[in-house]
């Protein structure tokens, strides 16, 4: 998620982290797509509309969350109360680039216009579920800081381990400090 993960190897551990960030984070997609699709005049009243289009317009607010989140990756994970910030600034462009993708794939021209419209109204009318959004992007980069800060840990070591198998001159001559 973070650049970090992409240049260098992951353990498996790490890369289960990562997927069950990503599987988290639909959940939280499809609850918000979920409202704002139940409280506006989209669905009937009486739940998820029948048949194959019903079944890919929730298959589109599950897949809409995590795409947005795997777009916004560059915002989230850093540390320190900056990385904080970022996360914030990535939470506002995933939850926009969220609705664009969710909508575009519900219905290809009028749902790019209208779904973000109707996400930032949605979360405007109940700020719960910008809470909710803000919480699950929030929890991923917490994940995603964690996960890296264990990845630069074993780099650390392993970078130690190399430059000790160095001679002293090797040493000198490439590790200055």
Do not use: N
């Not at 381990?161 to 090797?170: G, T």
């Amino acid at each position: 998620m973070v650049a970090h993960f992409e240049k260098a190897s992951i353990s498996a551990r790490e890369h289960k982290v990562v997927l069950a960030t990503y599987a988290c984070f639909s959940a939280i997609s499809a609850a918000v797509g979920f409202y704002v699709l139940y409280t506006s005049s989209y669905w009937p009243q009486g739940g998820v509309p029948a048949g194959l289009y019903g079944f890919w317009v929730v298959l589109s607010v599950v897949l809409a969350g995590p795409l947005a989140l795997r777009l916004a990756r560059g915002w989230i994970g850093l540390p320190g109360s900056l990385g904080w910030l970022r996360a914030f600034v990535g939470a506002c462009v995933s939850l926009v680039v969220a609705s664009v993708v969710g909508g575009t794939l519900i219905l290809p021209v009028y749902g790019t216009i209208y779904a973000p419209l109707m996400v930032l109204t949605a979360v405007l009318a109940q700020p719960l579920v910008g809470l909710i959004w803000f919480a699950g992007v929030f929890a991923a980069h917490w994940v995603v800081a964690q996960a890296d800060a264990a990845l630069q840990m074993r780099l650390k070591i392993a970078e130690e381990k190399e430059m000790a198998a160095l001679s002293p001159l090797s040493q000198t001559y490439f590790y200055r400090k």
